[in-house]
């Protein structure tokens, strides 16, 4: 079975400092990872996403992740955080190598940035 | 391009009425999704289909029926609602391949009083 941990429900952060949004998984075989994007009354949007290669993953607005495979967690960062940031993030995984076609979902990160 | 486009945006049903929520996709992909977003519980699958005519049942298919006719369009069908089924509805649809993202539409707001 495959399972993925937000252990934070709200984050908060300066403008102008860096951010970390925290996502553990659990997978029986190798994981695809995701991360998405929810802004208020819409649909979630893709960000960035890890199948295989270098630990470090780099997305759109200046996201990245980090893959740690000894920790099985992959965390989303930002150098500087900006207003305009705060959103819903949600961390996904599919378990590739169970076969699953399905993507789990964890229940998302309130990301606030306080100007 | 439209992308995933979802109707209507908002819907009051009473107990025990029947709906359709409409979705549609116009990036030719194959694979199709519905999910329902509840507070503290994120995006739970509800049935997805990887093609014309082929669907299948996710995490909670309870009081959902899917059909897939065309390649375009991914209805929802609630049978007979349940205040238990107030959420937000979302269609999501990638291409064929297990590492593509999933592109989502805007949502329904669904309230069964």
């Known amino acids: 079975a495959q399972s993925v941990a937000q252990p934070e429900d709200q984050v908060n952060v300066a403008e102008g400092n860096p951010l970390t949004v925290k996502c553990t998984y659990s997978v029986s075989g190798n994981p695809y990872l995701f991360w998405y994007v929810q802004y208020p009354n819409r649909g979630l949007q893709f960000l960035l996403k890890y199948i295989t290669g270098d630990n470090l993953v780099k997305g759109s607005y200046g996201f990245e992740a980090e893959f740690n495979k000894s920790q099985t967690s992959f965390h989303l960062k930002k150098p500087s955080a900006l207003v305009s940031d705060s959103a819903l993030y949600f961390c996904a995984v599919r378990d590739y190598g169970a076969g699953s076609y399905q993507l789990t979902f964890g229940k998302g990160t309130k990301l606030s940035v306080i100007p | ?113």
């Open chain 2, 1 to 113: 391009n439209a992308g995933v486009t979802q109707t209507p945006k908002f819907q009051v049903l009473k107990t025990g009425q029947s709906m359709t929520l409409q979705c549609a996709q116009d990036m030719n992909h194959e694979y199709m999704s519905w999910y329902r977003q509840d507070p503290g519980m994120g995006l739970r699958l509800i049935h997805y289909s990887v093609g014309a005519g082929i669907t299948d049942q996710g995490e909670v298919p309870n009081g959902y029926n899917v059909s897939r006719s065309t390649t375009e369009d991914f209805p929802l069908r609630l049978l007979s609602a349940a205040p238990s089924q107030t959420s937000v509805y979302f269609c999501a649809s990638r291409e064929t391949g297990e590492n593509s993202p999933l592109h989502f539409g805007n949502g329904t707001r669904l309230t069964v009083t």
